[in-house]
């Protein structure tokens, strides 16, 4: 059964600072692994999408790596802002065609 | 080219009521799936479908819960004799191709469900 773990739970910086979240997963037999973005009350926004056979994909400030054999994607942000405050969630998605997601990592950048 | 829709964004009902939930996916989207978010948790896969199919309903509560995709018309998530923990975020998504499992996953911006 797949699990998917954040680290850390909660993060806060002040603004300008690059920062790296943590995601593992423990079945590594994925197809693609998602970042997305949640702000308080409102939906998900897809940030990053990274294919089982790409090591990285960028967008903007945004960074995301995959080691799919150790189980473990990073999403790097570079110099943060207070816009960047919201929870990161990852996802991986396998055979079975639904996505698992971690529990989140909630970050705040104080001006 | 919208994007995938829910509605009503905001409900609220009474213990024992019935609440039904719709998305409709994105324009050519024949995958839907449904996840919950409870307060302070994470989002939990609750079932997969395709058009007039249950593809994966593992995440289902085995009573009062259950959802369909027509041939035409959303996709509905319908709850009976709600509870009070049944109060959560219900999110939908959408995906493009059949089989696909390298395609992106597309939500809605959800319905929160309180039940008084």
């Known amino acids: 059964k797949q699990e998917v773990t954040q680290i850390p739970a909660a993060l806060s910086v002040p603004e300008g600072e690059n920062l790296v979240l943590n995601c593992s997963f423990t079945d590594s037999a994925i197809y693609n692994l998602q970042w997305f973005r949640q702000d308080p009350g409102k939906g998900l926004t897809s940030l990053l999408l990274i294919q089982s056979s790409q090591r990285e994909q960028t967008s903007g400030r945004l960074n995301a790596s995959l080691d799919k054999s150790s189980g473990r994607s990073t999403l790097y942000i570079a110099a943060s802002q207070p816009g960047d405050s919201a929870t990161y969630l990852c996802?991986?998605?396998?055979?079975?065609?639904?996505?698992?997601f971690g529990q989140g990592t909630t970050l705040q950048v104080k001006p | 080219n919208a994007g995938v829709m829910q509605n009503p964004r905001h409900l609220v009902r009474r213990r024992g009521q019935e609440a039904r939930l719709r998305c409709s996916p994105m324009k050519g989207h024949s995958h839907v799936y449904w996840y919950r978010q409870l307060p302070e948790e994470g989002l939990k896969f609750m079932v997969y479908?395709?058009?007039?199919?249950?593809?994966?309903e593992s995440g289902m509560p085995k009573e009062r819960f259950s959802a369909e995709f027509p041939k035409e018309g959303p996709s509905i998530l319908r709850i009976q004799q709600v509870v009070r923990g049944d109060s959560a975020a219900y999110f939908c998504?959408?995906?493009?191709?059949?089989?696909?499992?390298?395609?992106?996953?597309?939500f809605g911006e959800g319905s929160r469900l309180t039940v008084l």
């Open positions: 998504a959408s995906s493009l191709l059949a089989g696909d499992n390298t395609g992106e996953l597309f």
């Open positions: 479908l395709q058009k007039e199919n249950i593809i994966d």
């Open positions: 996802a991986v998605r396998g055979n079975t065609g639904k996505l698992i």
